[in-house]
């Protein structure tokens, strides 16, 4: 069985993406029998569809789990749906896209369920003590569009991960911030850490 594991590149203001770092890490690799593809994924708005479709027509794998960062979350966040929505908000993408309030698909379902087992692989983490949450919302920027791709165009099993900053992340956003005046700190969670995480969902999704 195989499994193609997708992060993105850094993108806004932030310098590194640990969902790059983790889909490097485990390119290669072998996971309880799974063998993983990693690959990483532009955010641009107009290419993530095709580059996923792509990578999925190159690698034929048995399922799909896609990587992002979400920097202001605090633990692993396993994401329950993908809304036809894209909507950059305030964080245009690599490109300078900005759509606003577009509709992915004009013709295409309003939403779709991810078809990895959400609550079971939240339960995985939390009871190897990682902190993890489920997510009912991807947002309405990359991260949601590359896992409303997966499900409309493909019958893999298919999910998203959003991680949280790493703590070299989140001192630079204290330094370039206002944490000497006592300001916030954002949330973060080493890579090693997060890497554990990945690991056992690539486990906990291959016997699903």
């Known amino acids: 069985m195989t499994v193609l594991l997708t992060g993105y ?3 806004g203001e932030h310098e ?3 969902s790059e770092r983790l889909a490097a890490r485990f ?3 072998t996971i309880d029998g799974e063998a993983v ?3 990483v994924l532009p955010v641009e708005f107009d290419r993530i569809e095709g580059e996923l ?3 999925i027509d190159e690698v034929r794998p048995d399922r799909a789990l896609s990587m992002g960062l979400a920097a202001g979350r605090s633990a692993i966040s396993i994401e329950r749906v993908a809304i036809n929505v894209a909507d950059a908000g305030e964080t245009p993408d690599n490109d300078g896209t900005r759509p606003h309030d577009e509709r992915i ?8 369920f991810a078809t990895v087992p959400v609550v079971d692989c939240v339960e995985t983490l939390l009871n190897a003590g990682i902190p993890a949450r489920v997510s009912n919302t991807a947002g309405t920027h990359c991260c949601n569009r590359a896992l409303y791709a997966a499900r409309h165009h493909t019958d893999l099993p298919s999910g998203f991960v959003h991680l949280p900053r790493t703590p070299e992340q989140a001192a630079r956003n204290g330094i370039e911030g ?6 916030v700190v954002p949330p973060s969670m080493d890579l090693d850490r997060q890497e554990r995480a990945i690991e056992l969902l690539i486990a906990r999704i291959g016997v699903s």
Request: net charge negative; aromatic share 6%; proline share 14%.
């Open 105 to 112: 698909d004009p013709d295409g379902p309003d939403a779709y």
């Open 9 to 11: 590149e850094p993108f």
């Open 27 to 29: 390119d290669g690799r």
């Open 37 to 39: 593809i990693g690959r």
């Open 178 to 183: 206002a944490a000497t005046s006592g300001g």
């Open 53 to 55: 479709l792509g990578m």
């Open 16 to 18: 590194t993406n640990p």
